[in-house]
């Protein structure tokens, strides 16, 4: 409760109490009408100490009883918790932008290596923020070879948190629909499944990590429930085998993204968190089938199985940025394997500005920029599969929306001589260094 507010005419009563020797011999109510009296004859200028001192009253009370907000939680508290909070995501973005910027600076960024995790869960406790777990998978991922060592693994708990029931049941019903325990699939051995992920965590890092720490990526919506599950599967164990950093993909698809297309020299400007986050969110690859474990192909949930998940998460980053640097998808590394033939790619033609009025003669001329504007036409993109010759010189499908440099000041040389075909979307075998090398505004050394 807050303190009670003193007022300077209550200062005056008591000070007077102390004083009078009438007043010692009154009780406060009869002080406080004889004061009124004295009180209202007095003028601001005599009254101003009293009010003065109910003021640092106040204020010193304030000080000594803890400021507590709407819910009864002292503030101090709150806000070491805000600050503490606030840290963390800071260190999480360094931490990030740290990995991005190592690959970039040792020319290796399309071969950088990141783990991907996601979990499903049965309950969560209403007590503390943990999470049972019901379903775990794992990737490792990189530009250059795409998704590779997945792990996946079904987890049946033994029992759930009790008068959970219901919840439990409509939360599996609405999601994942994996049989709860004790009739759970998978790996029961709580103990074992930890050690292994582990296991996994440490193959997965080629370096020696004598401290066992790791970091781990996943979606936004997932943080907190990957944090619960691992300190579910860490209660098990007698003390924790690792230190598991877990980040947000997010704030990863858009550092790797702008440094991608720092590296290929194109234009990055324009990438901002909202566009990767749409682009990450409208999840193009949702309903693809065969990139789920068996329970959720047979049963149709792909689009939340564990494993389907991190297998998306793969394609969404290939295919946003390996048309970037000239990487060559591979079906089931940089896309799902299983490929429908209902994806048109649009001929490149009809989106560059550049229109090649003297035929294949090589002399290229401009059009006025909104006439250029105008002949650009949209083609409507389905996102959700692609080409079926893979073999073929057809453009790797993007969903990076890049387009023509002209917001890159005056038309320059480079893209005079580019080929209206956008050479940085087809594999580099397709096209001359010297392509390239105009295409990027590379520098002739
Ligand atoms: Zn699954």
Known sequence: MAPKKHNGFMMFVNEWRKT???????????????????????????????????????????????????????????????????????????????????????????????????????????????????????????LKSGKCSLYSSHINPGQLIFGQGSETKHHTMNTHQLPLPPNALGESD?????????????????????????????????????KGCFRYLESDSEEPLATVHIYDIQYLLYVLKKEVMDVADLPSEKINKSITDNLFINDFFEYHAGISCQFHEDNDRGKYCA????????????????????????????????????????????????????????????????SLHSAVKHEIFDHSAFSANLNGTQDFPSLGGRKPRSNRGPLAKGLASRDARSVWNVPSSNCSVNDLEDAFDMPRR
């Open 20 to 142: 009078n020797s009438e007043g010692r011999k009154m009780t406060m109510a009869q002080a406080v009408s004889k004061c009124g009296d004295i009180w209202k004859n007095m003028n601001a200028q005599q009254r101003g100490p009293y009010n003065v001192s109910a003021k640092d009253a106040d204020v010193t009370a304030r000080s000594k009883v803890e400021r507590l907000n709407c819910h009864g939680q002292p503030l101090s508290v709150v806000k070491r918790e805000e600050m503490e909070a606030a840290e963390r995501e800071m260190r999480m973005k360094r931490t990030t932008e740290r990995m991005v910027l190592d690959g970039k600076e040792q020319h290796d960024l399309e071969n950088t290596k990141f783990i991907f995790v996601a979990f499903n869960y049965f309950s969560k406790s209403v007590t503390n923020d943990i999470y049972i777990p019901a379903e775990f998978a794992a990737c490792q991922f990189s």
């Open 190 to 226: 709580i103990g074992r499944l930890y050690a292994n992920i582990v296991e996994y965590l440490r193959s997965c890092n080629s370096d020696a990590n004598p401290n066992n720490s790791f970091v781990v990526f996943t979606s936004t919506e997932l943080m907190d429930i990957v």
């Open 307 to 370: 494993q389907s998940k991190v297998s998306r998460w793969c394609y969404l980053f290939s295919d946003y940025m390996c048309g970037d640097l000239a990487i060559k998808p591979l079906p089931g590394k940089h896309m799902p394997p299983k490929q429908e033939a209902k994806f048109r790619v649009a001929n490149p033609e009809n989106t560059s500005i550049i229109t090649n009025k003297a035929g294949s003669s090589g002399n290229t001329t401009y059009d006025s920029f909104n």
